[in-house]
């Protein structure tokens, strides 16, 4: 499944070579991305990475076999001290003590979002693989892997290999715009090269690891890329910037077009996808620093004597000096206790605490940091209040704006809601998707800080609740933008995202609005997540609101994809119309809105339910269409339903077929009234608050 470049120096593949590769590498692999294995010989002493055509490799100095056998022990004695060696910090380099061909010299690399037992383990897995891979007399190798990377050679003059053991893996799936997609691509890969080598400054740990993303297509389901960069960090800045900028362009030259890929040679290398396959957590910057110093090149690594398990082999550690480790170790260690203490002494027992918090991911943010932000929580900072506790607005000392929630110390519910919602929030990433930027957990206060959206939430734009009516500024143009922003969510979440997720509480007060108006969902405390092509479950009581949840669900618990779909159907004719269909402020005879909607289909008279504020200036056709898919979401039967893909592309063509829809639930009449009562012991609200029940998830 990939394609490793062992040429002397890259060129663009020929047609053929390059129509091989494209065939047998339709997706990155999760397990390991290529092993090269080198040659026996040593390379040039003139070949280095600056060099596009090294010199013929010499004959090894000493190619009897017991030299062979000599180098093939240290090396595998190596191997198995390598992980535990790197665990801790990400990085180590290895080398036994002398001189000579039998000296052998190993590094291991993680990626930069692994924690160090996964480092461990992944390192463990892939010393077994590159071991078993490459034969005894093989005499330098490079192994990629999904989150590690591991070179071996018989020398440490590392960038003599960089044009030696290389290699490139192609996802073949091609992009709308290549153009669009290469110029986002460059300028994506410039900021992150340059983040990449700031993080080996003076005065700090190097880790030369950065990712990142960009939108080159907007608009488009897939249209952000999401770069990875990183090197060794036994090079200095200087040559990790220069490793990393040789083979940005690999991928341009070698397969235009095409929508991401691997490139990667002895001592670095780069990832680009139009899908997250990292801790996207990870792509805020770092802080400002000075422009990159031209930094000397580290002297090659000095031996430590120390004993072996088998007392044979002195291992050498180019990682950090021992003492500055320890130091810090111990700083971190007394911090960490201290902070144990206090918050043993100020916060009530919880049994669940450790399993509650451990799982968080996302940025730290301080509790003062917080209150300075919202001016500590200020009544005019607020933003919004629910069952989960309130919303308010704030401000960081950079000047960003955003939304802090603070959960309700009170409620435990809410807190189980946070729960669920941080994991998720740390998994998905989309245009239409609210952002997580981070959390807080300190002095009992729970606190969540996303993105601040402007304009606040679809109903009090659309809907007439007592606040300052905005509605006059959403014409046709916003709400059909809308709609289709809305539904290009809901496939991220059922069919892009790398677990199929159902809201389960899709409604006008979860989707929030930018600054550009564009539709964000939001509030995934009672989402389900599945893994696999599973996309369906039952639980014994329903949670979401009033109105908006599909029949199925709200009778017998059935959850699936076609209950957010259902939801979506309900928003979208609310959309097209300006009503609520769950308002409790309607007329008890009055029907509900789908059977309203429903009859007036019929009719043949649908322009009747038309917001009266768009007057005539919109498409008849287009809202036709809407109305349409709208009906066809709503229909009572489950399998009837039209999945989240085949909305978005009916909403993005006007040329393809729609089916005739069959009655929506709660028809003939049925009144708000009517439909609460239907429902009965459904644990649902009638006033938009979500009201939950938390069984087994």
Not at 251 to 262: A, D, N, T
Not at 322 to 334: H, K, Q, R
Not at 457 to 477: A, E, K, Q
Not at 526 to 542: C, E, I, N, P
Request: contains cysteine; positive net charge.
């Amino acid at each position: 499944m990939q394609q490793s470049l062992n040429a002397k120096h890259f060129s663009p593949a020929p047609p053929l070579v390059l129509l091989l590769l494209l065939l047998a590498a339709a997706s990155i692999p999760a397990s390991h991305a290529g092993v090269n294995c080198g040659s026996s010989s040593q390379p040039s002493p003139a070949a280095s990475a600056s060099s596009p055509s090294p010199s013929p490799a010499p004959a090894p100095t000493n190619s009897n076999s017991s030299s062979s056998s000599a180098f093939r022990t240290n090396l595998l004695t190596l191997l198995d001290a390598l992980p535990r060696a790197a665990a801790a910090t990400g990085f180590a380099s290895l080398s036994t003590p002398g001189t000579g061909p039998d000296r052998a010299f190993v590094r291991g690399l993680c990626r930069g979002d692994s924690t160090p037992s996964e480092c461990l383990s992944n390192l463990q897995s892939a010393a077994r693989d590159i071991a078993g891979r490459c034969p005894s007399s093989s005499r330098s190798a490079g192994g990629w892997y999904e989150k590690c990377y591991i070179t071996y050679a018989d020398t440490n003059d590392t960038a003599a290999y960089e044009q030696l053991i290389r290699a490139l893996v192609v996802d073949a799936r091609r992009v709308s715009d290549p153009d669009g997609y290469e110029e986002t691509y460059y300028a994506l890969m410039d900021r992150l090269v340059a983040r990449a080598a700031s993080t080996g400054g003076n005065g700090s740990a190097r880790t030369f690891f950065a990712t990142g993303e960009a939108e080159y297509a907007r608009g488009e389901p897939d249209g952000t890329m999401y770069g990875l960069v990183q090197c060794m960090r036994d090079r200095s800045a200087v040559e990790c910037q220069r490793c990393l900028r040789a083979i940005v362009p690999w991928l341009p030259l070698c397969c235009r077009g095409q929508s991401g890929g691997v490139a990667q040679n002895f001592n670095c290398h780069l990832r680009i996808q139009i899908y997250t396959y990292y801790d996207v957590a990870l792509d805020a910057p770092p802080p400002a620093s000075p422009s990159l110093p031209e930094l000397p090149s580290p002297s090659p690594a000095g031996d430590r004597q120390g004993k072996r398990r088998s007392g044979h082999v002195i291992l050498t550690a180019t990682l950090l000096p021992v003492g500055t480790l320890l130091f810090l170790a111990a700083v971190l260690v007394c911090v960490y206790l201290q902070r144990r203490r206090v918050k043993a002494n100020t916060e009530p027992r919880d049994d669940t605490r450790d399993e509650d918090t451990t799982y968080v991911h996302p940025e730290q943010f301080t509790l003062p940091l917080l209150r300075a932000a919202t001016g500590n929580f200020a009544a005019e900072n607020k933003l919004g209040e629910g069952g989960f506790g309130q919303v308010f607005k704030g401000k960081l000392p950079d000047g960003q704006a955003i939304a802090v929630k603070r959960l309700s110390k009170s409620s435990s519910q809410g807190f189980h809601e946070l729960k669920n919602e941080l994991v998720l929030a740390a998994k998905l990433r989309h245009r239409n998707l609210v952002h997580l930027l981070g959390v807080c957990l300190e002095e009992q206060e729970k606190l969540v800080v996303y993105e601040y959206l402007p304009n606040r939430s679809l109903d009090t734009v659309l809907f007439d609740n007592g606040r300052r009516r905005r509605r006059h500024g959403l014409d046709w143009g916003k709400r059909h933008a809308i709609i289709r922003g809305i539904a290009r969510g809901l496939q991220y979440l059922h069919v892009d995202s790398r677990l199929r997720v159902i809201h389960r509480d899709l409604k006008p007060s979860n989707v929030l609005l930018d600054e550009s108006m564009n539709p964000k969902i939001s509030d995934f405390g009672l989402a389900r997540a599945f893994r696999g092509d599973q996309s369906r479950d039952v639980t014994r009581r329903a949670a979401g609101t009033l109105g908006y949840m599909a029949p199925e669900y709200a009778y017998c618990g059935h959850v699936s994809t076609k209950s957010d779909i259902f939801s979506f159907g309900v928003i979208l004719l609310e959309i097209v119309t300006g009503r609520r269909n769950n308002s409790p402020s309607q007329d008890t005879n009055t029907k509900n809105l789908l059977s309203d909607v429903w009859e007036k289909w019929r009719a043949g008279s649908v322009a009747e339910i038309a917001d009266a504020s768009l007057g005539d200036l919109y498409p008849r056709a287009e809202m036709l269409r809407c109305v349409h898919v709208g009906l066809l979401c709503v229909q009572k039967e489950p399998a009837l339903r039209p999945d989240a893909s085949e909305v978005v592309l009916i909403l993005h063509s006007q040329s393809t077929s729609l089916q005739v829809p069959s009655r929506p639930a709660f028809y003939s009449g049925t009144t708000v009234s009517g439909v609460a009562s239907r429902v009965g012991t459904a644990n649902v609200s009638v006033n938009g608050v979500t009201m939950s029940e938390f069984e087994g998830r």
